[in-house]
């Protein structure tokens, strides 16, 4: 009996300890885990539900959707400047979860606080799952649209603001006779459109994006209902496509500034769409000397929206895009918003340097006339190159086996359009004007940017005014050439997600340079209307 009794005596005084134990770790592990404070939407009549404490991803583990590399130098730690939320789906469209490409790993909205810090405040964040209309992922789900989650990090002692995103874009177009008439002025209009004539939708109408205008389907994906007759026969629709990406917060001035934009995405819009610099990844008869420009060349694919899709299925801005700027509220009457962030960390306005002027590119186009000093001694040819693009008083070389073509002369476009040989169609047609960057004011420089009124160095999306209330992007519509900043080489060879500069100096120096990608045949994309027809695409005041 005295051995029971001292048998549970010591079996409680164990079971106390171990209760003590357990209370002391649970103390001491609360110290760790974040716990997630909600933010509250804009909307007045949008609710945020609060995850349960203790989910939230801890703060050693960045929130991304599928890391495009592992980082070289430092252990990522994020920041809970951005806080992940369970928001209530609000609006017409009902949230579907999209898998990631991992299929581990879903996507979560995330709210984030007013901070004063650009890099976190800009982007459009989806806070109630919305998702696209007519976009969906490999699955059949509907995609997320805008932007699912921004965080900070830190690596390597440098700091970073993380997005991640399905790249779709919420767009919504009210069709003005203008744009209309725009669209139905497609040289091919009897081929691609499935009535041979025209749109099936009327002036007045607002649309979602990717909805059916009445354009025949397109290729990959592009059902009609499904994505299809949105834009011209022959674009490509959205694959599942996930974008988890860095951004240096302080960037670093590239102190040769001889870093070329390379293929594929250099940035990102404020919605989580991909910007792509000026390049068509071909030349004229594949000899590497005239260098075709994306947002002429590929002209006739466009949809109104001045987008389309690459082979693989994301979607991207080349250029300023009016619905962005309609999505932003950029209405001229003022300095443009954020439209984007570069690869550099250099933030991308939209057009308007101040109420009505816009910032001015200062590359120019080539005059091609006899007499002119750019041109090539006879009237439009192209039988000359500039020796240096930034200093055209170096020369020229004068070209036999590899002229271009006369810009009065029919090329083939993409689309299967012949068309005149425009000047402005090749990177060779423009040069640099020092000259007129040295005004000041709205002109810009080499990188196609400047810095003024405190707001810091950044870069602008150009477009020229057609006199009539619309405007066509201008070269070199983003950056470039050639970038301003650094690109951060702590990341390691592509680890903020984008191709590595062609060229590099400064932090990507030669042992990263030896990794960069080589140019990709996107020969199959198709892009854009002419300028001169797609400028209807911009704001105009008709309702």
């Not at 988890?244 to 995405?265: H, M, Y």
């Not at 619905?323 to 057009?351: E, K, M, N, R, V």
């Not at 693009?389 to 070209?399: C, F, K, P, R």
Request: glycine share 10%; hydrophobic share 30%; with cysteine.
């Amino acid at each position: 009996m005295k051995r029971h009794s001292k048998f549970l005596a010591t079996s409680i005084a164990l079971l106390l300890l171990l209760t003590v134990i357990q209370f002391v770790m649970a103390q001491t592990l609360d110290e760790f885990v974040y716990v997630p404070i909600v933010m509250q939407p804009d909307s007045e009549d949008s609710t945020t539900t609060p995850t349960s404490t203790h989910t939230q991803t801890p703060t050693s583990q960045p929130v991304e959707l599928t890391p495009t590399s592992t980082a070289t130098s430092g252990t990522p730690t994020s920041s809970p400047t951005a806080i992940t939320s369970t928001p209530t789906p609000t609006g017409s469209h009902t949230p579907t979860p999209s898998p990631s490409a991992t299929g581990t790993n879903t996507p979560t909205p995330t709210a984030t606080s007013s901070t004063n810090n650009i890099y976190l405040d800009s982007w459009i964040t989806n806070l109630t799952n919305e998702t696209a209309a007519y976009i969906k992922d490999d699955e059949g789900n509907s995609e997320l649209v805008n932007v699912q989650s921004v965080i900070t990090e830190t690596i390597g002692g440098d700091d970073f603001v993380s997005i991640a995103s399905r790249g779709i874009p919420n767009y919504t177009i009210l069709l003005t006779q203008n744009k209309i008439d725009a669209i139905e002025s497609h040289p091919s209009s009897n081929k691609v459109f499935r009535n041979g004539t025209g749109v099936t939708v009327t002036t007045g109408t607002t649309i979602d994006f990717h909805e059916d205008i009445g354009f025949k389907e397109g290729n990959n994906n592009c059902d009609i209902g499904d994505g299809g007759g949105f834009s011209p026969q022959g674009t490509a629709c959205a694959n599942q496509v996930d974008v988890s990406v860095r951004f240096p917060i302080v960037p670093e001035v590239d102190p040769a500034g001889t870093c070329q934009t390379a293929l594929g995405a250099i940035g990102y819009w404020v919605n989580g769409v991909s910007i792509y610099n000026w390049s068509d990844a071909n030349s004229y008869e594949n000899e590497g000397v005239w260098d075709q420009v994306a947002p002429v060349y590929r002209q006739y694919g466009i949809d109104m929206c001045l987008g389309h899709w690459s082979g693989a299925g994301e979607y991207h801005h080349h250029n300023y895009s009016p619905c962005l700027a309609d999505q932003l509220g950029d209405d001229s009457t003022g300095h443009s918003p954020i439209y984007g962030f570069i690869a550099d960390g250099y933030p991308i306005y939209g057009p308007w340097h101040d109420n009505g002027v816009l910032a001015e590119s200062c590359w120019i186009k080539r005059d091609y006339s006899a007499a002119s000093p750019t041109g090539c001694g006879a009237d439009n040819e192209r039988s000359c190159i500039f020796n240096d693009q930034y200093d055209i008083s170096q020369g020229i070389t004068n070209l036999t086996d590899t002229a271009g073509p006369d810009t009065d002369s029919s090329v083939a476009y993409g689309n299967n359009v012949n068309d005149n040989a425009e000047v402005g169609l090749y990177m060779q047609d423009y040069y640099y004007d020092s000259a007129c960057t040295a005004q000041g004011g709205e002109h810009l420089d080499e990188h196609n940017g400047h810095d003024h009124d405190g707001l810091g160095y950044h870069y602008h999306a150009t477009a020229t005014d057609n006199g009539d209330g619309s405007y066509s992007p201008s070269f070199p519509f983003n950056v470039g050439p050639t970038y301003y900043g650094d690109l951060p080489r702590t990341q390691g060879p592509n680890a903020a997600g984008f191709a590595i500069c062609f060229g590099g100096s400064g932090r990507m120096a030669a042992d990263a340079i030896s990794n960069s990608i080589s140019p990709v045949d996107r020969s199959g994309e198709s892009l854009s209307f002419p300028l001169s027809l797609s400028s209807v695409y911009g704001h105009d005041d008709e309702e």
